[in-house]
């Protein structure tokens, strides 16, 4: 059984990390993980709300991630996501990946 | 990826999949609590709570997509969309009651038949023999007969290649008297060697098998006895108290020492169509050793050694023995595997078999693929709707299939239920001649192919349909209102289907056609006697002749008694009755001299006065044997034409002598009698008169009448009861039925072949009709306009019919060019006709051109009737 490759997105794989990435920020629930790539990205990178959940879902099969139920801060009951000590490897390789793919293209587009 | 890793994420979907209708509400709640969270943000900038929440709904997208994205990411998609798959076919079957019917019929008997055939071929060729290690043992013949005694041991105690032999001599069919208490009846027996059940791996249900003691007496007069299971049953209501009981075999008492297990059937392995009451130890001695080439042997394999290499040293071992011992007859060891020389008779047939049924099989496929794409037509709506509601064309594909795999299923069960009737019919037709018939039945294996047959069924006639799913654009078809249909789109795949349908079961018709003409020309075979009338009996006394005195007044007195019954045209007495059993010997005439190798051999027969007559087998030249023929006469001998050729080539046999028995000389010359089967012919033949020997291990009265055999049991009963009233009558034979039991293998296959052809046949006529009557219904508008224009009935019907006879023709011709290659496969099993014969050919040629026409006939009757201006207007 492979692991989930996400659909379509910004670039392959792009939205998984980006997740990923935010969840060493701590427990966060779905909503949060949009807010804040949002924030992040200044606006630049809207993620369609919808598609983060077979995103998330996707992660924790994977166990990259663990999902627990919690009190929000408006009080009401929502799924807080932390990330694994799988999920921090796989970060770490797919950052490494990345890396490599966006200065292989700034290569060739002459940014470098 | 590490194992680990993987067995943790297998474990976590399965727990996902296993609660999966918990896990989607959760996923519900979460996707609402990010809603009402965005909701609540946008509120808070303003807008009114109403406005905020229709502008996260929008902006989150759509939900039930994504739940449903994300529910893909568990397996539990898959396995609901079965589900829901297998409730949409229910329910199409429901709606189209007419068609499922129709499909679970053809699929049923198709798969009935499959699954029939199957259980033959898993009885017959893929079963190991019920022995231990059946892979092991190896039949050792001599050329094709039997081996003598002495060389069988020498062969024995030489050889390296085998780590036992063990054998068994001619069976005897009713051969031992069963008397003293209960009703007196004639058993037969097997002689087995001592090792003969333990090589084979049997143990006794009960007691024991023989003792080197109980296998050194006389061959005739046994000390022990072991029952075959059936026969326990039978006679002795399965009683364990028998063991150790003396039974009263041939007027002397025998001890029961064993009964063999019920998963030991010796006859229908060894002798099928005659089946084994007792066995009897068979004694290696030199008095058995005088008996002949008597004996069958069986070896078990040393570990390593193979049958081949086993052959190449019994070859040197025959050699030596032959220089050694000139006085012994000669042994020419051919060695076959046990499976191979069980079932190497029957599986050529059992293969033709196989193939019809897969022919049988592909038509049913390309028929039920045919229906479903007419259905299709109509359906086209209901696909496009699914289409236009989202429904990926993968998942149409994948509904599709499991429709058409679920029919195929419902027609297994139907098919189940005709494989087990038909099982059971073939298991007992124990006056079969073919080995291991009794055990074909629908074992797990069996069950398990059908099921692999009903699923292969399915996908194979719904993959067709369903990958013209393709051809469906949306728009267009809910745009055009009335006609529910794809048009040409498929006119040419159907018509493609037809053909083929054709193609099939032309050559399946032609095969059967041959083969149904080769038994024809069997039955028609003159077999040198004639069997119509005549019945036989054995009458061997109850008890011991003193000598040949006593024995000819018995003859005598039973010839006379018997002649005189009205109805009795001729009655005379043989020792084996034609295709019943044989021996031979080594016979000269006075003077000659052959090689030892290539000494002429010819069948043996005891027959009294009357018996030519009786069996109606023709006198050449001379005389026949009379009541003058006894011990103080000159000794006589009668041969047939062959030998008469063999031994005085281009001379007169009559009054020549021949060596054999002290020197007979030969008074009559009879035609030829096929003694072995009706397709070979049946050798040379010397006939001995009874009433001067006493070397016969049978007699058999043969009756030639004028009433039916049937009618004249009684009487022959009662004429008989004077003279012996012990004598154990069993129940009349008539040589017809021996004939029937010859031709039985050839006729299994025959009436099984038409069988399927005959399905087939009716498979492709209904093929036919179904898809040109759908043309016609899709071309009203057009035959409408035709007529209008002044097409007359007449030019429709015949254009039609036309198009049907075309494709009628395309099939045929390809159905023959196939015909004509695969027949080449049926030389070995056809008699007197040739693979390509044109009677056979031709007329099956003119049958599927007539059906065709038929087929084409009704629909275009119909279309001739189209009345011009209704069709026009319903458009």
């Known amino acids: 059984m492979g692991a989930e490759k996400p659909k379509a997105d910004l670039l392959p794989g792009t939205l998984d990390m980006m997740v990923l990435k935010i969840l060493t920020r701590g427990h966060l629930h779905g909503y949060a993980i949009a807010q804040l790539i949002q924030q992040l990205s200044d606006d630049l990178l809207r993620v369609e709300e919808g598609s983060l959940y077979p995103a998330l879902a996707r992660l924790e099969l994977n166990g990259w991630i663990e999902g627990e139920w919690g009190q929000s801060a408006s009080n009401r009951r929502a799924r807080f996501y932390q990330l694994t000590s799988d999920g921090r490897k796989h970060l770490n390789a797919e950052t490494a990946r990345y890396r490599q793919v966006t200065g292989a293209v700034a290569r060739i587009m002459g940014f470098a | 990826m590490r194992f680990g890793a993987r067995w943790k994420r297998f474990r976590l979907r399965l727990r996902y999949w296993a609660r999966h209708s918990e896990r989607h509400r959760l996923l519900w709640k979460e996707m609402e609590f990010h809603i009402q969270s965005m909701a609540d943000d946008l509120a808070a900038s303003g807008m009114s ?12 997208g759509d939900m039930t997509r994504r739940s449903e994205e994300t529910r893909a990411t568990w397996i539990a998609q898959w396995i609901s969309d079965a589900g829901l798959d297998l409730k949409h076919s229910f329910r199409g079957m429901r709606r189209d009651a007419g068609f499922t019917t129709f499909v679970i ?4 008997l198709g798969i009935g038949a499959s699954s029939t055939v199957f259980s033959v071929v898993n009885a017959l060729l893929l079963r190991p023999l019920p022995f231990r290690d059946p892979a092991r043992l190896v039949w050792i013949a001599n050329q094709e007969w039997d081996t003598q005694v002495s060389q069988f041991l020498d062969l024995r105690s030489r050889n390296k290649s085998f780590s036992d032999m063990a054998g068994f001599a001619g069976i005897a069919e009713g051969g031992t008297q069963l008397t003293g208490s209960g009703e007196a009846e004639r058993l037969t027996n097997a002689p087995v060697t001592q090792n003969f059940f333990r090589l084979l791996g049997v143990q006794p249900a009960m007691g024991r098998s023989f003792t080197a003691e109980e296998c050194q007496g006389k061959f005739g007069s046994p000390s022990a006895v072991v029952l075959s299971y059936g026969f326990w049953q039978r006679r002795f209501a399965s009683d364990p108290g028998v063991l150790g009981s003396k039974l009263t075999l041939n007027n002397k008492p025998v001890t029961v020492v064993g009964v063999l297990p019920a998963s030991f059937d010796f006859a229908s392995i060894f002798s099928p169509g005659t089946p084994v009451d007792l066995f009897v130890p068979w004694p290696l001695t030199d008095e058995t050793n ?8 069986i070896g078990r394999l040393r570990p390593g050694a193979t049958a081949q290499t086993a ?12 220089i050694e011992h000139p006085e012994r007859n000669g042994v020419k060891p051919k060695l076959t595997p046990l499976q191979r020389h069980v079932n190497g008779r029957v599986s050529a047939a059992l293969m033709v078999l196989v193939c019809a049924v897969g022919v049988v099989m592909l038509i049913v496929c390309a028929n039920l693929s045919n229906l479903q794409l007419a259905r299709l037509g109509t359906r086209q709506k209901e696909m496009a709707m699914r289409t236009a509601l989202g429904a990926g064309r993968f998942r149409l594909l994948r509904q599709m299939l499991t429709e058409c795999v679920t029919l195929s299923c419902c027609g297994a069960a139907l098919g189940l239920i005709l494989a087990v009737a038909g099982t059971r019919a073939i298991a007992h037709l124990n006056t079969f001649n073919i080995p291991l018939l009794a055990s074909v039945r629908l074992d797990g294996v069996a069950l398990g192919f059908t099921l692999l047959a009903a699923v292969l069924t399915g996908i194979l006639f719904g993959l067709l349909p369903a990958l013209q799913i393709r051809s469906f654009a949306v728009g267009e078809v809910l745009k055009d209102g009335s006609r529910g249909s794809t048009g040409k789109r498929h006119g040419w795949l159907r018509s493609a289907l037809v053909v083929s349908e054709i193609a099939f079961a032309c050559a399946l018709l032609v095969s059967a056609g041959l ?5 024809l020309r069997v039955l028609d075979v003159n077999p040198g006697f004639r069997p119509e009338g005549v019945a036989a009996l054995r009458v061997d006394p109850s008890f011991r002749f003193s000598g040949l005195a006593q024995q000819n007044s018995y003859i005598d007195e039973v010839l006379r008694r ?5 109805g009795v045209r ?6 084996f009755l034609p295709l019943g059993g044989d021996r031979s010997w080594q016979v000269t005439g006075k003077g000659q001299v052959y090689p030892k190798d290539r000494h002429p051999e010819a069948y043996m027969r005891v027959v009294t006065d009357g018996y030519f007559e009786a069996a109606g087998i023709r006198l050449l030249a001379g005389r026949v044997f009379t009541e003058r023929d006894r011990a103080s006469s000159e000794p006589v001998v009668i041969v047939n034409e062959t030998l008469a050729r063999t031994l005085w080539p281009g001379q007169n046999a009559l009054g020549q002598m021949v060596t054999q028995d002290g020197g007979r000389r030969v008074v009559g010359v009879v035609a030829d009698v096929r003694h072995e089967a009706l397709e070979s012919a049946g050798g040379s033949e010397m006939y001995r008169p009874m009433r001067q020997t006493g070397d016969y291990s049978a007699m058999n009265l043969v009756v030639r009448t004028e009433i039916p055999p049937q009618q004249l049991a009684a009487g022959i009963r009662g004429a008989l009861r004077p003279i012996d009233p012990n004598l154990p009558v069993r129940e009349f034979q008539t040589l017809q039925a021996l004939v029937d039991k010859a031709v039985s293998p050839r006729r299994f296959l025959v009436v099984l072949l038409a069988g399927f052809a005959g399905f087939a046949l009716l498979l492709a006529s209904v093929g036919t009709y179904a898809v040109i009557s759908h043309s016609v219904n ?11 224009l002044g097409a007359s009935a007449t030019d429709v019907q015949g254009r039609v019919l036309l198009h049907t006879l075309g494709l009628a023709l395309i099939g045929l011709a390809l159905g023959m060019a196939v015909s004509r290659v695969l027949t080449g496969v049926l030389g070995s099993m056809l008699f007197d006709i040739r693979p390509g014969d044109p009677v056979t050919f031709i007329g099956i040629g003119a049958l599927l051109i007539g059906v065709g026409a038929l087929a084409g006939y009704i629909p275009a009757r119909r279309a001739s009737r189209i009345d011009p201006m209704a069709a026009l207007r319903a458009s």
Do not use: C, W, Y
Not at chain 2, 313 to 321: P, V, Y
Not at chain 2, 570 to 575: H, I, K, L, V
């Open chain 2, 778 to 788: 899709q071309r009203v508008q057009e035959i409408g306009i035709r007529m209008a």
């Open chain 2, 290 to 297: 005088r008996h002949g080439n008597t004996m069958k042997a």
């Open chain 2, 105 to 108: 019929l053809i699929a049923g």
């Open chain 2, 570 to 575: 001729a009655a005379g007495m043989t020792e």
């Open chain 2, 562 to 566: 018997i002649r005189a019954l009205p």
């Open chain 2, 49 to 60: 709570e109403q406005e905020a929440r229709a502008a996260a709904r929008r902006k989150f």
């Open chain 2, 311 to 322: 052959q190449s040293e019994f070859t040197l071992i025959a050699k030596q023995l032959d």
């Open chain 2, 515 to 519: 083969l149904m003409r080769s038994f």
